[in-house]
C-alpha cells in the first residue's frame, strides 16, 4: 500500500483511493506465493506488531522510490518560480494541493520515461526481495533501524541534488535574464521592466526546458539507475 500511495508511476494521489487499493492487493497478491507457508502462528499482538513492522519497510522502500519522481518535479516547480510563473498556483490549485505547470509535465514525462525501461517490474522485484531478505516471521535485523534512517537521508539528499541539477540550465539562463533587466533599467529608466520582464522570463524558462527534453532522457534513466541501487539496499535493509 505505501509503493501504491507514494509512487507516482502507480497514479499516485491522482487515483482515486478504490483504484489505489486494487493496485495495492494487486502488488500483494503477486508476493503471495513468497509467503506461503511462511506465516508465523501467534495471536493478536504478533500479527499487529508484523503489520507495523511490514507497514515500516514498505514506507522506506515507498519513499526512496517515491524521491525519484519528486526530484523531477521539484525540478520544474524551482523553473515556475524562477520565471515567475507560481502565482498559477494561487490562482488555479488542484484539489487538495498546489499545482506548477513544469512540475507537471515534468513529472509525467518522468513517469512514462520510467515505464518504458521497465521501471514497474524493477518495483516489483524489489518488492518481492523485501520478504526475502526479511522474512515474515523472522525478528528484524539489528542495523535494520539504523539503515532504514541512512537510506531515507541519502535519498533525500539525491531529491535535492538531483532537483538542483535538472533545473540548473533553466536557473543558470534565468539568473543573466535577471542581470541582463537590471542592466537595462539602469540605462533606461524609463522602460516598464516589471511588465516586460515577466513576460519574457517565463517564454525563456519554458524554451530552456523545451530545448534541455533532448537530454533530458539520458538524465532521467541515469538519476533512476542511481535512486533504484538505494532502492534495492532498501528491500534488503541491512549493510
Known sequence: MPFVWLIPAFGGPSLSARVRLALGFALSALCFPLLAGRIPPGGPVLWVLLSLREIGVGLVMGFVAACMFRAVEA????TDILRGANLAEAIAPEPGGRSSALGDLLLLLAVVIFLEMGGAGYLATALARSYEAVPLGAPSPPAGLHVAVILVIAASAKLIEAAIGLAAPAVVA?????????????????????????????LLGVGVMLAGLATLDSALSVGFRSFLGLLERAAQLGP
Do not use: E, S
Not at 525540478?75 to 524551482?78: D, K, T
Not at 539568473?175 to 515577466?198: E, S, T
Open 75 to 78: 525540478a520544474g516547480r524551482l
Open 174 to 202: 534565468l539568473l543573466l535574464a535577471d542581470l541582463a533587466l537590471g542592466a537595462l533599467g539602469r540605462a533606461v529608466p524609463q522602460v516598464p521592466l516589471y511588465f516586460v520582464g515577466m513576460p519574457a522570463k517565463a
